[in-house]
């Protein structure tokens, strides 16, 4: 897999692009189930459903938010019934809820990512190879 960074024209200047250069690209291997028979080295176009990538976006981004929010809101009203300074409880909620529920969405996110086939939509054909 490569990242997306280091192709555009502020690659030298962009945070993101020197954080994509520090981790060595990944490679994946996995076995896709189809009638149609490849060759080895051709390249396959491969996709998720979309249901996949909403459920997969929903855990990255809302869950912990969601877990942010719930534990701000628990701190605060926790403080007003211990009579403790309010603003300080519901930070210190806040940052445990969002912790906690973004440990509780990666554990979701392996279980869907093991759920999750990809499929073939179509074929590339065989890579060009230059040296020659």
């Known amino acids: 897999m490569k990242s997306a960074c280091n192709h555009c024209d502020s690659s030298d200047s962009c945070g993101t692009s020197a954080v994509a250069k520090a981790f060595s690209p990944k490679v994946q291997r996995f076995s896709i189930q189809t009638e ?13 459903p979309e249901s996949v990538i909403l459920k997969a976006a ?15 809101f628990s701190g605060n009203l926790l403080a007003a019934n211990i009579d403790v300074n309010q603003d300080l409880l519901a930070i210190a909620f806040a940052l445990v809820g969002g912790v906690g529920f973004w440990a509780l969405g990666k554990k979701f996110a392996k279980a869907l990512e093991e759920k999750a086939q990809p499929i ?10 230059i040296a020659q």
């Open 120 to 129: 073939i939509i179509k074929s590339l054909g065989k890579p060009i190879d």
């Open 36 to 48: 149609r028979a490849f060759a080895t080295g051709e390249r396959l176009k491969l996709g998720l």
């Open 58 to 72: 929903m855990l990255v981004y809302i869950l912990p938010l969601a877990g942010f929010f719930i534990g701000a």
